[in-house]
T-cell receptor, first 115, second 108 residues
């Protein structure tokens, strides 16, 4: 298996632009997580899906952030409009056991820079 | 106060040294405790997990949990330059609660 795939690996955009991050989870995993990692705040859970359904989006910082999972093999995280404080590394992870699974498989991340 | 506290480092030690990485936590509901390793420009990956209190050993790595003091430790014996990474501890309640991660540097 190729593991969790994320694209793009790097994204540089100007403030106010729309940003879309993409994720392909490991085949057969029924939970998908979106995280944000910064030096100041560490690893933060933004939202997670179970069988393509959003379960908990309480970590989404504000309405500018939205996430979708149209099918079992694809998810997007969208920021519109983007702001410099959104600069971070965004990780997608998947697992078999959901939140209560201690083993989550992370993708390589998307490094987002908003100027 | 964060639920899981971890010194961000960096911690720099010479090759071959014994490394001790530590976390404290406040959530008494944690039953599983994890150590994830994150190499530069990569996502975290599970290194070891421990259920409840006690020790668990895997090669050069030993994970230790003391629930009475709410203390989590990871020991690395005979440290190698390839062990240089950020180590994140996490506790599992109804979701993973992460520490900030400690950056470890092993100098050849």
């Amino acid at each position: 298996d190729a593991g969790v795939i994320q694209s793009p690996r790097h994204e540089v955009t100007e403030m106010g632009q729309e940003v879309t991050l993409r994720c392909k989870p490991i085949s057969g995993h029924d939970y998908l997580f979106w995280y944000r990692q910064t030096m100041m705040r560490g690893l933060e859970l933004l939202i997670y899906f179970n069988n393509n359904v959003p379960i908990d989006d309480s970590g989404m910082p504000e309405d500018r952030f939205s996430a979708k999972m149209p099918n079992a093999s694809f998810s997007t995280l969208k920021i519109q409009p983007s702001e410099p404080r959104d600069s971070a590394v965004y990780f997608c992870a998947s697992s078999l056991g959901g939140l209560s699974s201690y083993e989550q498989y992370f993708g390589p991340g998307t490094r987002l820079t908003v100027t | 106060q964060k639920e899981v506290e971890q010194d961000p480092g960096p911690l720099s030690v010479p090759e071959g040294a014994i490394v001790s990485l530590n976390c404290t936590y406040s959530n008494s509901a944690f039953q599983y405790f994890m150590w994830y390793r994150q190499y530069s420009r990569k996502g975290p990956e599970l290194l070891m997990y421990t259920y409840s209190s006690g020790n668990k050993e895997d090669g050069r790595f030993t994970a230790q949990v003391d629930k009475s003091s709410k203390y989590i430790s990871l020991f690395i014996r005979d440290s190698q330059p390839s062990d240089s990474a950020t180590y994140l501890c996490a506790g599992l309640d109804y979701q993973l609660i992460w520490g900030a991660g400690t950056k470890l540097i092993i100098k050849p």
